[in-house]
């Protein structure tokens, strides 16, 4: 029974998050607490480094419990993690988890912000983390925060005092809010931004410690608890008939993308601060101590909050409606005071309780999903008031000022229909993730318009404006049109609107290798964002490689049909890498960009932007073998690749693998982390290695060190660690530089390792047996020397290999020095075989 409740919970707030773009009308119980949030005059910022950092309970705690003003300051967009839910990754991952951040804070009530960094992948220290971001503009992004929110109280997830012992990303979170935290006030830093931001002095700053900051739970127990306050987040709300812990786990329960899916705790449970600056908490119990969290903070505040708090006290929860008099009163006082920063805010929320308290439904409806530049769209409006209050339509208009309705009462229950034809000028810019806008840096985002820095994602520009006049006193509610419509096994739905090009394309192939001095043709498909689109397609390419033709026709009937285009590439007979990119002309405009739509239920429907490139390589390689057998772990594009440079690549099941099955084989590849994830590989071991006792080889790519599903990875003894080199342009050694896998068929040399990503390596083997020989030394700065990216180890006629190397990552992106040294690894032994180099086909 438990179980079906729970499910039905938890069903109410998915549906709350799928209709993110529905018009809401919440209950008495929403609006109460919304008046009791209204009545709390105090606010708290939570920094941390990721989507999913965030600590949700004490979020959802001040928000819900404390009625604070509650926000989560994300340094990135998580846009360097892995997507367990699609294809996305890097900055399309970063749409996804800025939606899923947005999807959580929808649940536990708090709001979202970022910085500019990227997140550029592991890091080991704050060090390094902060070379690759700008550090002062994540400071700065991070003072602008402070001074745009006025935060009384600012709360670290991660200790800014022990870099290396965590990601470099969380230290360096830790490490800019502690720094940011004096300079919010100091009008000497960034001086640029006072104008809109003016200053800011926090009162205290946190650090939101737990036992995982330490050696084990007795050593978080013991340490000295001087600066430490602890208090019980586990409260059980009635009005929402949830506790703050089930609250909070299915607010991070958006964070689908990173498998943070989880069942909900209840009860008791404590939540530790560490005092690390401002004013020194005499009783400890109230992080708010010494702020007035009251309406007498403000100026001239006093007489609002008596109006308020009456409401809050003595609050119909049969007929929310019967308040609106007074609320209207207090909105009218708010309009005088002088404070802009309290006065905005509470406008924007005392409306929305006007709204909720007279149920009224605003919504602004385009006909089509989306539109294009210089073009006119439908668009429906339904009004109507739930209540008895004397409400009057005054006018709707538009952006420009265009009025659409005449002025109207709107009687109780009475829905008041409307259409209006709204003009998109070219002057509009298109719907897309704004950060992704103009090319960034490995380290940041770049954004040209300032005024969006810290935001969540690009504000709508398409918008109604609703003017009333409640009890004769004018406001004026505005709505971002959406895109309403229905699927029969779906029910109503909602999206956003959209402004798209109307023309785009993309190349179906992200990395193209040629492998040989031989053409190949490519699909470049081209996508009618309106009717009737005519124009040509020409591919740009770099000098010394072409493109056949130069030029075709597009021409495409329908809005969202598509139009593939096949072009010849021809590479040049050398080594050479480059970017092809599509050009869309239609009249006398060019389209360069490619048009992604993401789609997932938990999150609103996002359409990006980005550049239509792909990268060409030719490659200069040879190669030994012909047929590989690929053993699948938790997932590379290994296969594809080798493929791509001429390989016959089988995938192999465990069950598979026989004497008589490997006969076949040149090699077997195993993929990344195969010993973490394929339960009965480990039976298969011995096999193997009989293969390879036969003449065969064997690659193993990295596992990492703990939870390995057997102790016998390779014929001799090898112990992994977790030694990495995440400088992915650290100095390649080479300890054996006459070795064959240096050699033979390719001469590896240090142009091989240039251009790598994200990393060199990582879970490398610490020690092993002296049947091993170790080819390359590395190591990221100041640290010792890592010997185990590259093992190998006779053994019987064939070849066991051992690589932490991340072929990986470097084989979708094209670099060209790993498939050389694969094709090398592949190719160690066979001399004597009929030579196949200089690959044919
Ligand atoms: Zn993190």
């Known amino acids: 029974m438990q179980k079906v409740i729970l499910s039905f919970v938890i069903s109410l707030f998915t549906f709350s998050t799928l209709q993110a773009q529905k018009p809401t009308a919440p209950s008495s119980s929403e609006i109460f607490e919304s008046i009791q949030k209204l009545n709390f005059l105090g606010s708290v910022l939570y920094i941390a480094a990721h989507p999913d950092d965030e600590n949700t309970r004490l979020i959802s705690y001040m928000e819900n419990h404390v009625k604070a003003r509650t926000a989560y300051l994300s340094i990135t967009r998580g846009d360097g993690g892995q997507n367990l839910i699609g294809p996305e990754i890097r900055e399309l991952l970063g749409v996804i988890r800025t939606q899923e951040l947005l999807a959580a804070r929808r649940i536990d009530g708090g709001e979202q912000l970022f910085t500019r960094a990227n997140d550029f992948g592991y890091s080991k220290d704050a060090e390094e983390t902060l070379e690759i971001w700008n550090k002062d503009q994540v400071l700065s992004d991070v003072v602008l925060a402070i001074r745009k929110f006025k935060p009384d109280i600012v709360i670290n997830r991660f200790d800014h005092k022990t870099s290396g012992t965590t990601h470099g990303h969380h230290t360096s979170s830790a490490l800019l809010s502690f720094e940011a935290f004096d ?391 050398n080594q050479s890498e480059g970017l092809i990119s599509p050009i869309v002309h239609i009249n006398d405009k060019n389209y360069t960009k490619e048009l992604i739509e993401i789609t997932y239920e938990h999150i609103p429907f996002q359409t990006v932007l980005l550049p239509s490139e792909s990268k060409i390589v030719r490659l200069d390689i040879k190669k030994k073998g012909e047929n590989i057998a690929y053993i699948a772990g938790a997932g590379d594009v290994v296969p594809e690749s080798l493929q791509q440079i001429g390989y016959n690549v089988l995938t192999m099941k465990p069950e598979d693998i026989n004497a008589e099955t490997l006969k076949r084989f040149d090699a077997v590849v195993v993929g990344i982390r195969a010993y973490n994830t394929v339960e009965n590989l480990e039976f298969k071991q011995q096999l193997l290695f009989d293969f390879v006792a036969n003449g065969g080889n064997m690659i193993v790519q990295y596992n990492t060190s703990r939870g390995l599903i057997t102790n016998n990875l390779a014929p001799y003894d090898l112990k992994l660690s977790s030694d990495r080199v995440t400088e992915e342009n650290a100095e390649v050694r080479f300890l054996n530089p006459n070795h064959p896998l240096l050699n033979y068929p390719n001469k590896i040399t240090q142009k091989d390792f240039e251009g790598w990503t994200q990393e060199r390596g990582l879970y490398f083997p610490s020690s092993w047996a002296k049947e091993f020989t170790p080819i390359l030394s590395m190591n990221d700065k100041n640290e010792t020397p890592k010997d185990g990216s590259l093992l190998v180890a006779k053994y019987g006629k064939g070849y066991y290999i051992y690589t932490g190397l991340s072929f990986f990552r470097e084989f979708p992106e094209g670099v060209s020095g790993a498939y050389r040294l694969f094709a090398n690894m592949l190719s160690i032994g066979k001399e004597d075989l009929k030579l196949n180099s200089k690959v044919s086909d």
């Open 183 to 573: 300079l919010a006030n100091d009008r000497s830093a960034y001086p640029e931004m006072l104008k809109d931001a003016g200053v800011w002095k926090p009162k205290r700053l946190f650090f939101n410690t737990n036992s995982w900051f330490y050696s084990s739970q007795e050593a978080f127990d013991e340490a000295n608890k001087d600066n430490r306050i602890s208090f019980d987040v586990g409260t059980y709300y009635p009005l929402k008939g949830l506790s703050n812990n089930e609250m909070a786990s299915i607010a991070s329960s958006q964070h689908l993308s990173q498998g943070f899916g989880r069942s909900s705790q209840r009860g008791a449970q404590n939540e530790y601060l560490e005092f690390l600056k401002g004013d020194v908490l005499i009783d400890n119990t109230n992080i708010f101590e010494g702020v007035d969290t009251s309406w007498n903070r403000i100026k001239d505040g006093k007489a609002i909050g008596d109006i308020l708090y009456a409401i809050e006290n003595n609050f119909s929860f049969k007929d929310p409606s019967t308040h609106i008099p007074k609320l209207m009163e207090a909105y009218k006082m708010l309009q005088t005071i002088e404070d802009t920063h309290w006065k905005t805010l509470k406008t924007n929320e005392i409306k929305s309780i006007i709204e909720m308290c007279a149920g009224l439904y605003l919504e602004a409806s385009a006909e089509n999903a989306s539109t294009t530049l210089n073009q006119t769209v439908k668009i429906n409006m339904e009004v109507l008031n739930r209540s008895n209050q004397h409400i009057v339509l005054e006018s709707i208009s538009q952006g420009d000022g265009k009025s659409i309705a005449e002025s109207l009462e709107l009687k109780n229950n009475i829905s008041e229909k409307f259409q209006t034809d709204y003009f998109i000028s070219n002057k509009e810019d298109y719907t897309s993730p704004y950060w992704l806008n103009k090319k960034g840096t490995l380290g940041m985002y770049e954004v040209e318009n300032k005024a969006l820095i810290g935001l969540p994602e690009t504000p709508r520009s398409v918008k109604i404006n609703f003017n009333v006049k409640i009890n004769n006193t004018p406001i004026t509610f505005t709505k971002d049109v959406v895109y309403r419509y229905s699927k029969p096994d779906k029910g109503e739905l909602y999206n956003p609107f959209e402004i798209i090009p109307e023309a785009s394309a993309k190349i179906t192939e992200k990395v193209i290798i040629f492998a040989y001095d031989k053409q190949r043709d490519i699909a470049v498909v081209v996508k009618a964002g309106r009717d009737n689109l005519e124009g040509f397609v020409e591919v740009c390419h770099p000098k010394d490689w072409s493109v056949f033709p130069e030029k075709q026709n597009v021409s495409i009937a329908h809005k969202g049909e598509e139009q593939v285009l096949t072009f010849t590439i021809i590479p040049p007979k």
